[in-house]
């Protein structure tokens, strides 16, 4: 609804103002005479009119330095101009917060907070930012550079913090942050002093609710070293049953409530020497041993002579497939590399040959137009150091996430695309930098980038997307509208592409899809698997 | 005449706006609260009120209570023979509010208000309505329980006011903000649990009991209606007693045996810890979404028959750091509000100023699919149009795409909730829509506007830019069921034949004595029966002033063995 400046204070009968009060004097008299049940169509414009214009009011004064410089501000409604601060705001902050570089990356730009059970940690800067918007007193529990950034949208005001009678639930909260932060590894004891410090205050509502939200938040972003403390928050605020519809803290409470589970699981399968017990030591070995971070390279060879030992890996893989959070902890591109492995295996040279036989019976058939499947899709990546490969909302490009890391072959996300004639790419370091160029890179160069950065690449695509093929069952529900594609994608599609290993290659296919990267390896392992898995009947038709 | 009527899960009310206040409407006992409860007698007749509350323990295959919680639910409740919904049974009772209020007021009554709980979805809202027709009311508006309480409180405010309503009904527990300035009463925040209340305190208690006496009592007699109700009722004289003492005693008489257990403060307090946790939630939650902070708020409101319990104030006390207000009488609150929104809506000249808005409580949205990039289709994903705690009323365009290019229709399924699977959510209706065929392999899109109106009546309209299409789609607040079922039912309900008004008095006490009977033994037993046997003879004679006399002395023995009547 294109609601102009000018015609919200005309609806209001008032100038533009940015006092509050009378604003809402206005609404309150007019309210009267474009009463809610004689004029709906007249309230609705007025409730319209009565919010923008308090948004307006409301708006940080940053907003006013951020887009007085462009001619479109004046043009631009309250509530765009609100809007594009905290977009701003958040990204600025976003860039910087490298604690965990790993699993940072996120390419749903636009925040989005409503995917189904996002595991992921959320991001806390959001959560910043949000406090800021709510004008709280408190001061920003953050690294220096953070607090720095954030002082300086509140227009560099550097109050201190609020005197505070002994050892108040703010200082409890800060110092935690603080322990969690750190570089060394904290104490578990000195951890749940802190929790517990700040739970014992939280019988006001009002603390209850800040505590709540800053201790889910802390829990969700600084795993695995919150584990200690994660099972005493869950209790106390009853999290486990408790029906928490709030999008601010839902997100938060479901991944520590799935952690608590997680972590149970564990420590009973050690107490009761369940099979995962045995895992144990290749429960070791796949986090930290580099030799297994990466299956046997001669596969048949090893497998033949150490049976034992890599049905144990399978079955680990699994279990920790089980547990969500468990299965975030070990590293994803090992995980990713041994399913590979595992399920190569599986095609056996009979399979291969039905395979070869079924491909070329589809090329054949691919010449006859009308028939024709779905094309290939065009870059061929390999998989190595691969973390990501995304299509946005619109489909209309690839994005392609490597991360930087000194142990891993990165040769292999240098690796040759095979970029078709014509395709055009962009090239970025997410939120960093933009680099320019108009052919597909046939290499990223990694070199420049220290260990855990992550290097997003975005193709486009657009012509290159083939529409689905005629004939396919029409489903009646209708599709999210998607963004117009000037913005970033509101919920953009992240796709791993499954591409060759080692001396193999293969066409790459998309076959997973999460919304950000964090998920991306537990579910894309999924969808590769299912891929693999239809692969295989594919070529052993029943 | 528009009543205002306070359907509530243990007790109902109705009330009036007349000469610039609200009044309470007594029913034929003389009192204010008539207990929501639900009562076949030998002859078929049928008995609400004080008098079925009775039979709860003398005829507990007879008689129904708090079946507002299975409202809009396909749960019958079997009375004798028969079955009913429970918005049958709410019909009963609204009949008898009814049939009060024109014996108070000597003019029929054919219009009301009736309140719900926020927190009352869609479907439960309906059957209400329909509680309300076939009870021969036109139900003029469902107003959501906190702002009716808040109404009563905050109509003779004069300045600007934030505070907090905390609803604790006998089934149902809501928590609404509002904020008063200028003449707007206005909700910020609605929330709520709509599976707690105080009957899950009476619970607690009668656990207790079970646990206590589980041997004794033997596992199979635990399940027998009998035995069960006098359980609850001795668990609920339990509950009222600790709402005065520090502690209450639980007195069950069972095969010529007494039972007693009594109970601390303390030790009820410790049991009922997950109770009061989940009182926590949903006012978090409203602060929330009000975006008001605890400390700004002028008042905390208790409304409804469970905050009366010391525990829950102790709980909202602990809450917010200090005491709750007690402006309002927590049982009257919503039924005065009723009748004040009554007045509103009446445009009584003495409330003119006063606008009141209200949110919706859930969000509405639709059913869409989400393509995954490897051409998977993901269905059943929740895209809300109208966001909860918006302001009716309100109109919200959201645009969708076509999945396919060749797809020649797309259907809307229109749902109600706030999990992001629409299978978690309550469904309202469908729509489909004819799309003209993609051009070049695009998409077409659809403009799907919301509608929803102050009295919960929610519009969809569907537009197609490409081919001009319209579809609109009413979601009516009505059960989708023919005029003539409407008849049928009402028509069984009307077959049922509800007690005269004189002899209320005197059947409620017989009720009351031959439960008296039942819970006592030895010589008080006798007593009773000796009692009964005169009272009896008397009604026989029908000589009003001896029945009065005998309803005196008979009341009077009554209340020195258990106490006086509660409502």
């Known amino acids: ?542 | 005449m528009i009543v205002g009527i306070d359907l509530g899960t243990t007790n109902s009310a109705v009330a009036i706006w007349r000469d610039g206040q609200a009044l309470l409407i007594p029913n034929s006992l003389g009192h204010v609260l008539t207990p929501s409860v639900v009562s076949i007698d030998e002859t078929g007749d049928v008995l609400v009120g004080l008098a079925a509350r009775e039979r709860l323990v003398t005829h507990p295959t007879q008689t129904a209570a708090a079946f507002k919680r299975y409202m809009g639910t396909r749960r019958e409740a079997v009375l004798g023979k028969k079955s009913y919904f429970a918005e049958d049974l709410s019909a009963l009772v609204l009949k008898q509010l009814k049939s009060d209020a024109e014996a108070f007021l000597g003019e029929p009554v054919t219009e009301a208000v009736i309140t719900v709980p926020a927190y009352f979805n869609d479907t439960q809202r309906k059957a209400t309505r329909m509680a309300g027709q076939l009870a021969g009311l036109k139900v003029e508006r469902l107003l959501n329980e906190p702002t009716a309480a808040a109404l009563a409180y905050g109509i003779n405010l004069k300045d600007e006011a934030k505070f907090l309503v905390f609803d604790l009904g006998g089934g149902t527990f809501d928590v609404s903000i509002l904020e008063l300035f200028e003449g707007v009463i206005e909700v910020r925040a609605t929330t709520g649990d709509n599976r707690l209340g105080g009957e899950d305190f009476n619970n607690v208690l009668a656990r207790m009991m079970v646990d206590r006496f589980k041997n004794d009592f033997g596992a199979k007699n635990l399940e027998t209606p009998a035995l069960i109700g006098r359980i609850r009722a001795a668990a609920e004289l339990a509950r009222r007693a600790l709402s005065v003492d520090n502690s209450g005693t639980m007195t069950v008489v069972w095969k010529n045996k007494e039972y007693s257990l009594q109970v601390g403060v303390d030790e009820f307090e410790e049991a009922a810890g997950v109770l009061l946790a989940r009182l926590r939630e949903p006012v978090a939650h409203a602060l929330r979404d009000g975006s008001v902070r605890a400390e700004d708020l002028d008042e905390i409101i208790l409304v409804g028959g469970a905050t009366r319990m010391p525990v829950v104030r102790r709980a909202v006390t602990k809450m917010f750091g200090r005491f709750p207000s007690a402006a309002v009488n927590p049982d009257e609150a919503v039924a005065v509000g009723a009748a004040v929104q009554a007045g509103l809506k009446a445009r009584d000249a003495a409330l003119g100023e006063v606008v009141l808005t209200d949110v919706c409580p859930y969000s509405l949205g639709v059913n869409v699919s989400e393509r995954l990039a490897n051409g998977d289709v993901r269905d059943g994903i929740f895209s809300p149009v109208i966001e909860r705690n918006t302001v009716i009323p309100a109109s919200r365009e959201k645009s969708f795409h076509t999945m396919y290019p060749n797809q020649r229709s797309v259907k809307f399924q229109i749902y109600q909730g706030e999990s992001r699977k629409v299978s978690d959510n309550v469904r309202l209706g469908e729509i489909d829509v004819p799309v003209p065929p993609a051009q070049s392999g695009g998409s077409v899109g659809v403009a799907c506007r919301f509608s929803y109106d102050i009295n919960g009546l929610l519009e969809v309209d569907l537009f197609v830019s490409e081919s001009g299409e319209r579809r609109e789609l009413v979601i009516l607040n009505d059960h989708t069921i023919s005029p003539e079922e409407l008849a049928r039912r009402r028509e069984a309900l009307a077959e049922l034949k509800q007690h005269p008004r004189d002899s209320a008095a005197a059947r409620a006490l017989m009720a009351r004595a031959a439960r008296c009977y039942e819970q006592t033994l030895g010589e008080r037993r006798e007593q009773v029966a000796r009692l009964i046997l005169q009272f009896e003879n008397v009604l026989e004679r029908q000589d009003p002033k001896a029945i009065d006399r005998a309803q005196e002395e008979v009341s009077a023995y009554l209340d020195a063995i258990e106490g006086e009547t509660w409502l």
Not at chain 1, 72 to 99: C, G, H, I, W, Y
Not at chain 1, 122 to 146: G, I, K, M, Q
Not at chain 1, 209 to 227: C, F, N
Not at chain 1, 402 to 411: G, N, P, R, V
Request: some cysteine; proline content about 9%.
């Open chain 1, 1 to 542: 609804m294109a609601v102009t400046t000018s015609s919200i204070w005309s609806i209001l009968d008032i100038e533009a103002t940015d006092d509050a009060s009378t604003i809402r004097r206005a609404y309150a008299r007019r309210v009267k005479i474009v009463h809610p049940e004689d004029d709906p169509e007249g309230f609705k414009a007025l409730r319209n009119a009565y919010s923008q214009a308090l948004a307006w009011a409301a708006r940080p004064t940053a907003s006013v330095i951020v887009h007085a410089t462009t001619p479109e501000a004046a043009e631009m409604s309250p509530e765009e101009a609100v809007v594009t601060l905290d977009e701003t705001a958040d990204d600025t902050l976003r860039s910087l917060t490298p604690r965990d570089p790993g699993r940072v990356l996120s390419l749903d730009a636009d925040a989005d907070e409503n995917e189904e059970q996002d595991m992921a940690p959320p991001a806390p800067d959001l959560a910043r930012v949000r406090r800021l918007e709510a004008n709280e007193s408190e001061p920003p529990p953050a690294t220096s550079v953070e607090r720095a950034s954030i002082r300086t949208l509140e227009g560099a005001d550097d109050t201190p913090p609020p005197p505070t009678v002994q050892r108040d639930y703010k200082a409890a909260l800060a110092h935690l942050e603080g322990l969690l932060a750190a570089e060394a590894e904290p104490e578990s004891g000195a951890l749940l002093r802190d929790v517990d410090d700040a739970l014992a205050q939280s019988g006001l509502i009002s603390a209850h609710m800040e505590i709540e939200y800053r201790l889910g938040h802390l829990a969700a972003h600084y795993w695995p070293r919150s584990d200690p403390f994660v099972a005493r928050i869950v209790a106390h605020f009853r999290w486990a049953d408790a029906r928490i519809d709030d999008p601010h803290l839902q997100q938060a409470v479901s991944w520590c409530v799935q952690r608590d589970k997680d972590l149970v699981f564990l420590a009973e399968a050690q107490k009761r020497g369940s099979p995962l017990l045995r895992f144990a030591p290749q429960l070791q070995l796949l986090r930290a041993a580099p030799e297994l971070r990466k299956p046997p390279s001669f596969a048949f060879l090893k497998g033949f002579i150490q049976p034992g030992l890599l049905g144990e890996v399978r079955k680990l893989l699994s279990e920790i497939r089980a547990h969500p959070t468990l299965e975030a902890e070990f590293p994803a591109p090992a995980q990713k590399a041994w399913w590979r492995y595992f399920n190569n295996q599986r095609i056996n040279p009979l399979g291969l040959w039905i395979a070869i036989t079924v491909v070329g019976a589809i090329l054949g058939l691919s010449a006859i137009p009308q028939v024709a499947a779905h094309p290939p899709n065009p870059a061929v990546v390999s998989i190595g150091a691969l973390n990501d490969v995304a299509t946005m909302g619109d489909r209309q490009s690839l994005w392609i996430v490597c991360q930087a890391h000194s142990e891993f072959a990165f040769e292999n996300c240098t690796a040759p695309f095979a970029p078709p004639a014509g395709v055009t790419k962009a090239q970025q370091e997410l939120a960093v930098q933009t680099t320019s160029g108009t052919e597909i890179p046939s290499s990223i160069d990694m070199a420049g980038y220290p260990d855990g950065t992550n290097v997003a690449v975005q193709i486009d695509v657009s012509h290159l997307v083939a529409p689905l093929p005629p004939g396919t069952a029409t489903p009646q529900t209708p599709v999210e509208a998607t963004s117009p594609p000037t913005q970033l994608p509101v919920h953009p599609v992240v796709v791993v592409m499954d591409c060759h290993t080692g001396s193999r290659r293969s066409p790459c296919r998309i076959v997973g899809h999460g919304a950000n990267s964090h998920r991306i390896n537990a579910k894309a392992l999924d969808a590769l698997e299912r891929a693999e898995r239809s692969a295989d009947r594919a070529v052993h038709p029943r």
